[in-house]
Nanobody
């Protein structure tokens, strides 16, 4: 059974930082491109960043480029997202999953990030 467990969210002031983590199980983690996604209230889920299977290449949405860093540890089946210089518009529930998303993929519960003063 495929499972993703996200953690590390919270309430942070604008300009602050958070580090999100995701533990994956039920998949051969090391062969997949992995991504971080987010969904803000009233909006569709969007891709924030993704990283190749061996971790050599990363890509970011324009809205987070230069502020967020995605990384992975294939030995631990984890993918992380370091978020710096957070803005109120980064407020969302953050999820990890494969990229692209398989059609029948399940999602974890996500982790809430709230950026507010």
């Amino acid at each position: 059974q495929v499972q993703f467990v996200e953690s590390g969210g919270g309430l942070v002031q604008p300009g602050g930082s958070l580090r999100l983590s995701c533990a994956a199980s039920g998949i051969i983690f090391r062969i997949y491109v992995m991504g971080w996604y987010r969904q803000a209230p009233g909006k569709q889920r969007e891709l924030v960043a993704h990283i190749t299977s061996e971790g050599s290449t990363t890509n970011y949405a324009n809205s987070v480029k230069g502020r967020f860093t995605i990384s992975r540890d294939n030995a631990k089946n984890t993918v992380s997202l370091q978020m710096n210089s957070l803005k109120p518009e980064d407020t969302a529930v953050y999820y990890c999953n494969r990229y692209p998303i398989p059609g029948d993929s399940s999602w974890g519960q996500g982790t809430q990030v709230t950026v507010s003063s």
